[in-house]
């Protein structure tokens, strides 16, 4: 498994845990080849069902951001949540660019996230693969027993997390109960709670309740700045939230 997840989150896992990920990875293969259509996103050096974990190093994982499933074409999936492999940005993105511009001055024209991923930035789509003969509902059962190990592995490493959940059912998911949020933090994991970014129903600019508890709205919640302070509190190095490759290469180099 480590060519397909990467080393460090083969080391990371045990024996029981890779057999998971290996019998998902191999039903999808067998999927493949049963049906006519495509499972997303297709396999190849910039794309893949665990091209998530290969980008980020376990050990590296600073910021966690979930989504909800592949893009449903083969030109824009490619396993990061959110971000597009062509470099289009749709709505959701444009609100979460917009807030980034908002909070840190930093204006982005490329949907591809990789370089967040390089950064610490794991991009967990809750559903790793997209399928059109597959409701939501079902892709999201099947890959949770994966998304629960790659999520419980976070939370016990004993090391910093920042934790974005926008969106009801992220905001829901049972890995992150609102009524522990300080508990986390003591454990130095920090859960950011928003809306969803999305234009549908105006979810952007609406504050949501989960569970007894409101919940900000996405527009305003300023994640991106809020992340970085944490992070230089913790003494880490802050993510630079530009998608421009070019930029990247400069800051970093």
Same mark, same amino acid.
């Given at each position: 498994?480590?060519?397909? =997840?990467?080393? $460090?989150? #083969?080391?990371?896992?045990?024996?029981?845990? !890779?057999?998971?990920?290996?019998?998902?990875?191999?039903? =999808?293969?067998?999927?493949?080849? /049963?049906?006519?259509?495509?499972?997303?996103? /297709?396999?190849?050096?910039?794309?893949? @069902?665990?091209? #998530?974990?290969?980008?980020?190093?376990?050990?590296?994982?600073?910021? !966690?951001?979930?989504?909800?499933?592949?893009?449903?074409?083969?030109?824009?999936?490619? *396993?990061?949540?959110?971000?597009?492999?062509?470099? *289009?940005?749709?709505?959701?993105? &444009?609100? @979460?660019?917009?807030?980034?511009?908002?909070? %840190?001055?930093?204006?982005? $024209?490329?949907?591809?996230?990789? %370089?967040?991923?390089?950064?610490?930035?794991?991009?967990? +789509?809750?559903?790793?693969?997209?399928?059109?003969? /597959?409701?939501?509902?079902?892709?999201?059962?099947?890959?949770?027993?994966?998304?629960?190990?790659?999520?419980?592995?976070?939370? +016990?490493?004993?090391?910093? !997390?920042?934790?974005? !959940?926008?969106?009801?059912?992220?905001?829901?998911?049972?890995?992150?109960?609102?009524?522990?949020?300080?508990?986390?933090? &003591?454990?130095?994991?920090?859960?950011?709670?928003? $809306?969803?970014?999305?234009?549908?129903? +105006?979810? &952007?600019?609406?504050? =949501?309740?989960?569970?007894?508890?409101?919940?900000? #709205?996405?527009? *305003?919640?300023?994640?991106?700045?809020?992340?970085?302070?944490?992070?230089?509190?913790?003494?880490?190095?802050?993510?630079?939230?530009? %998608?421009?490759?070019?930029?990247? %290469?400069? /800051?970093?180099?």
């Amino acid at each position: 498994m480590e060519e397909i =997840i990467g080393k $460090s989150w #083969a080391e990371a896992l045990n024996k029981e845990e !890779l057999e998971i990920l290996k019998v998902k990875w191999d039903e =999808i293969q067998e999927r493949r080849k /049963l049906i006519e259509g495509e499972v997303l996103p /297709l396999e190849n050096n910039n794309s893949g @069902i665990y091209y #998530a974990l290969k980008m980020t190093d376990f050990n590296k994982v600073k910021v !966690l951001i979930t989504g909800q499933d592949p893009y449903p074409n083969r030109e824009d999936a490619h *396993g990061l949540s959110f971000s597009k492999k062509s470099g *289009g940005v749709p709505a959701s993105l &444009k609100n @979460i660019f917009c807030e980034i511009n908002n909070c %840190t001055g930093i204006n982005n $024209s490329s949907g591809n996230l990789s %370089t967040w991923t390089k950064q610490g930035v794991l991009l967990l +789509n809750r559903a790793l693969s997209f399928e059109k003969d /597959l409701t939501l509902n079902k892709r999201l059962k099947f890959w949770k027993p994966v998304t629960d190990i790659i999520i419980d592995k976070l939370l +016990n490493r004993g090391k910093p !997390l920042i934790v974005m !959940l926008w969106g009801g059912p992220a905001n829901t998911m049972e890995n992150f109960p609102i009524h522990k949020d300080e508990g986390f933090k &003591k454990e130095n994991i920090h859960i950011l709670r928003s $809306s969803h970014p999305s234009n549908m129903g +105006n979810a &952007k600019n609406t504050r =949501i309740m989960v569970e007894d508890k409101e919940v900000d #709205a996405f527009i *305003g919640c300023k994640h991106f700045a809020k992340c970085n302070e944490i992070l230089e509190k913790a003494g880490l190095e802050p993510v630079n939230w530009s %998608t421009d490759c070019t930029r990247q %290469t400069k /800051l970093f180099s």
